[in-house]
């Protein structure tokens, strides 16, 4: 079976429900100055590497993770690596820190507001790929702290494994000069419409810009179509998501969503089988109260 790697944060998400639509209490005006009143909380494990490496798990595969936790809460995190037969030896333990957290809010209509700490990631040390294996079929470079994501885009470059990036929240946090530099050697760019959006805006750059960089450009909509472009191949399809029959909680589809499809790429080779994949997971996740409990 096919290896792959990933990089990205690990983090102890708190999950939060507001029964409302955020909108309403939103006014026209650029200063945000409100309050919402929440209905639940929950802590679960998470962050993008966590998450996907989850994912990979569940399918039964063949995968190395890189990422940091903090000593001082790291415990828990390592158990679960243990019960879920998730290699950890690539992980790597910050002292006297915390792990990364997430407080993500969730309204009504699944719109969300994220606030992250990096914690421990930021404080990572330059050596994680010094001694890494570079057998991979692919690797995805999931968000992290910049520095973090730099060091994988260059480990994969210097061994010319296939990158899939996936910048997500860290796409401001970019130089220009960088952000294309690593895009230009992508096999895949995977992220959402606003992310996309963000691309264009933060960088100055039209659509077809970024599908003349990266091979394949993968484009998200929550549960409207997904949207494949890759401009050498003349593709440029929607494939309709799975209608999810209850759906809980959106947080960490898209991680699910990375974790079937690319096991089953490395297989298949095909995208509509992949794009399949990755919506089957992804609507097991969005059925689960957490993001790691499908």
């Known amino acids: 079976m096919s290896k792959i790697g990933i990089s990205g944060h690990l983090a102890y998400d708190h999950l939060l429900r507001y029964k409302d639509n955020f909108k309403r209490n939103l006014s026209a005006s650029q200063f945000i100055n409100c309050s919402f009143v929440l209905s639940e909380k929950l802590v679960s494990f998470g962050g993008c ?42 992980v790597v333990i910050i002292p006297n820190s915390y792990t990364a957290c997430a407080y993500i809010a969730t309204d009504n209509e699944s719109q969300q507001l994220t606030f992250f700490m990096s914690n421990a990631a930021v404080l990572a040390s330059s050596d994680v790929y010094k001694f890494a294996k570079t057998d991979y079929e692919i690797f995805i470079v999931s968000p992290d702290s910049v520095n973090c994501m730099i060091e994988a885009y260059e480990f994969t470059e210097k061994h010319n494994i296939p990158l899939v990036f996936d910048p997500g929240q860290q796409i401001s946090a970019f130089q220009r000069d960088k952000f ?17 959006a963000l691309i264009k805006d933060i960088f100055q750059l039209k659509d077809f810009e970024i599908y003349n960089k990266a091979s394949y ?23 309709d998501t799975l209608p999810a029959k209850n759906p809980i909680d959106p947080t960490g589809c898209g991680d699910a969503f990375r974790a079937g499809f690319f096991t089953e790429y490395l297989q298949s080779k095909d995208i509509a089988s992949s794009v399949h994949a990755g919506n089957s997971l992804a609507v097991k996740c969005i059925g689960s109260a957490t993001t790691q409990d499908y």
């Open 49 to 90: 590497a966590g998450n996907i490496a989850y994912g990979l798990a569940q399918l039964g595969a063949d995968f190395d993770m890189y990422g940091v936790l903090g000593s001082l809460d790291s415990n828990d995190y390592l158990d679960r690596f243990k019960k879920f037969n998730i290699p950890s030896e690539n």
């Open 180 to 196: 294309l530099e690593i895009l230009e050697y992508s096999e895949f760019l995977i992220l959402n419409k606003e992310e996309m």
């Open 217 to 239: 450009v993968i484009i998200t909509d929550g549960f409207k179509p997904i949207n494949v472009v890759n401009s050498e191949l003349n593709i440029n399809e929607y494939f």
